[in-house]
């Protein structure tokens, strides 16, 4: 069941900061490896998550919600769930069948239901159930729009290394929301409410996965970690829009059933979409177009279900 309303902003608004961190992000491909932009998101993110804790602190009083051993068992679960899921969605690049690992990865929200519906007995309504499916596949529409030859390929594609890499990466996605809301849970209620957790969640699971990449830097790509430190202008907005949709997704996490944040956040893609058509100027197909209206159809369906 629905905790508050306001889950729903909070999802919307971690899907635009995500495309939008994700559009800046490629001006970090040329400069960064894999795990430096990964790096450079989470060390330039924590200063800005740890000020959205301080600020709710100052405007709404309380407490500061004290971390338990349960808290950080989950937190750094969800945070190397996180960077693994990471690593095989790129692992799948390398493939070639590398958009079907793509597309297979976007059935994140459709694990993220079944998991979050065993693990931790959320029920969604049939209409909800419907609405997650309709969603996922609008998403695998955009992702495979003029890409990839049909449905038959995806189907011979299944068991190749591209396509498990995907459904990988979609799993430990899936993971990582989980274990986010059960870090979130851990922290003593009577403390703070839902948001003041959640961002207590962001800041200490962005410091403990800013520790797991610099430590494995520091052994294997030592000379990347420097270049981290040293384009910090480059890649501090990054950060801060990194920090944004953390706050936005783990404060939805808190406040919903997975399942319905997970679909609701399927509007990633469209905002993507927008992206690539206003700002770069690039044409909308048709089946970007079908996939688009899958996609918002969906989450019509997920919304009228959870009423």
């Known amino acids: 069941m629905v905790v508050s309303a306001l889950w729903l902003p909070f999802t919307l608004s971690a899907a635009l900061f995500q495309a939008w961190r994700t559009a800046m992000q490629q001006r970090l491909r040329g400069r960064f490896s894999v795990n430096g932009a990964s790096l450079a998101r989470f060390l330039y993110?924590?200063?800005f998550a740890l000020l959205a804790l301080l600020l709710h602190r100052i405007g709404w009083g309380g407490a500061i919600p004290d971390p338990n051993a349960a808290f950080w068992l989950w937190v750094a679960a969800g945070g190397l769930a996180q960077i693994v899921a990471?690593?095989?969605?790129?692992l799948a690049f390398g493939h070639r069948n590398f958009v079907v690992g793509t597309a297979y990865s976007k059935t994140d929200a459709v694990q993220g239901?079944?998991?979050?519906?065993?693990?931790?007995a959320e029920a969604l309504s049939p209409l909800s159930w419907m609405g997650v499916f309709v969603?996922?596949?609008?998403?695998?529409?955009?992702?495979?729009?003029?890409?990839?030859?049909?449905?038959?390929?995806?189907?011979?594609?299944?068991?190749?290394?591209?396509?498990?890499?995907?459904?990988?990466?979609?799993?430990?996605?899936?993971?990582?929301?989980?274990?986010?809301?059960?870090?979130?849970?851990?922290?003593?209620?009577?403390?703070?409410g839902h948001i003041r957790?959640?961002?207590?969640?962001?800041?200490?699971?962005?410091?403990?996965?800013?520790?797991m990449l610099a430590a494995w830097m520091l052994r294997k790509e030592a000379a990347m970690l420097v270049a981290v430190l040293r384009e910090w202008r480059?890649?501090?907005?990054?950060?801060?829009?990194?920090?944004?949709?953390?706050?936005?997704?783990?404060?939805?996490?808190?406040?919903?059933?997975?399942?319905?944040?997970?679909?609701v956040g399927q509007m990633e893609i469209l905002f993507t979409l927008g992206f690539g058509r206003f700002y770069l100027r690039e044409a909308l197909t048709r089946a970007e177009l079908v996939g688009a209206l899958l996609v918002v159809g969906g989450v019509v369906l997920v919304l009228s279900g959870a009423m």
């Open 86 to 90: 990471t690593n095989l969605l790129i």
């Open 135 to 192: 969603s996922v596949a609008g998403t695998l529409v955009l992702s495979l729009a003029g890409r990839a030859p049909g449905w038959r390929e995806m189907v011979r594609a299944t068991f190749q290394p591209a396509a498990l890499c995907g459904l990988g990466a979609g799993l430990l996605f899936a993971l990582t929301g989980i274990f986010i809301k059960l870090a979130v849970e851990a922290l003593p209620a009577e403390e703070a």
């Open 234 to 263: 480059l890649a501090m907005p990054v950060g801060l829009l990194s920090a944004a949709g953390s706050v936005g997704w783990f404060s939805a996490y808190a406040l919903a059933p997975i399942a319905l944040v997970r679909s």
């Open 45 to 47: 993110g924590a200063p």
């Open 113 to 120: 239901a079944f998991l979050a519906w065993i693990l931790l």
């Open 197 to 211: 957790r959640a961002l207590m969640t962001v800041v200490c699971m962005t410091i403990v996965q800013t520790l």
